[in-house]
Every structure is written in C-alpha cells, then in structure tokens.
C-alpha cells in the first residue's frame, strides 16, 4: 500500500493529538510537508525533516527523522517545531507569536 500525503495527515493528526499537540491549521502547508517526508523516505529509506538537509545516512540523521529529537522541546519554547508541522493549540489559535523556531541541531563538521 502507498502512503499518500493525505493518508499520512490522518495519521499524524491523531499521533500529534495523543502527544498533547496539533498539526499546523494550514492545510496545504502540512500537506507539502507531508509530501517532502515521504519523498526523503523514498530517497533516503526514512522521513528525515524535509525543511533540513540529510545526509543520506540514517545514523547521522537520527535527530532529524521526523518526529525530530527537537520537536517537544520546539514546541514547548516556541508553540511550533522547526518546520511548523507540529504546533500547540495556542500557536493554531494564534494567542502566542509565530517567530522563527531557531535550530537546535549542532553544526557538523
């Protein structure tokens, strides 16, 4: 069975609500970022962030498979991870500010 980006929407919906979460209200913004999740794991053989660069090598890219190790904390500081996929109620009801989400991952070298 091939995943679609819808099909993965309806999935993640449910995921990020048990996880105390929401996906962004913007439909077609988190359908895009659906799509690039599941064209890096057709690339890359997992769902790396599709808003970072991978290395093509899974376990240099842990931190970014998406969920990224990054997400709980994001949203938490922030309301919304890097790629504003996963957000809080807040951050969907516009009572918190949408900045940038800085990047925690450290530079590799």
Not at 19 to 42: C, P, T
Not at 51 to 76: M, Q, T
Request: aromatic fraction near 10%.
């Amino acid at each position: 069975m091939t995943v679609t980006a819808e099909h993965l929407y309806e999935i993640l919906s449910g995921y990020a609500a048990s996880r105390g979460m929401q996906l962004n209200n913007d439909r077609e913004f988190v359908l895009d970022i659906l799509a690039g999740l599941l064209k890096n794991e057709e690339r890359y053989g997992y769902r790396s962030c599709p808003c970072r660069l991978a290395s093509g090598f899974r376990e240099r890219d842990e931190d970014i498979i998406c969920p990224c190790r990054y997400r709980d904390d994001n949203v938490r500081d922030y309301g919304s991870c890097y790629c504003s996929l996963y957000v809080s109620e807040a951050w969907n009801n516009e009572t918190v500010p949408h900045g940038v989400v800085p990047e925690r991952r450290t530079q590799r070298r």
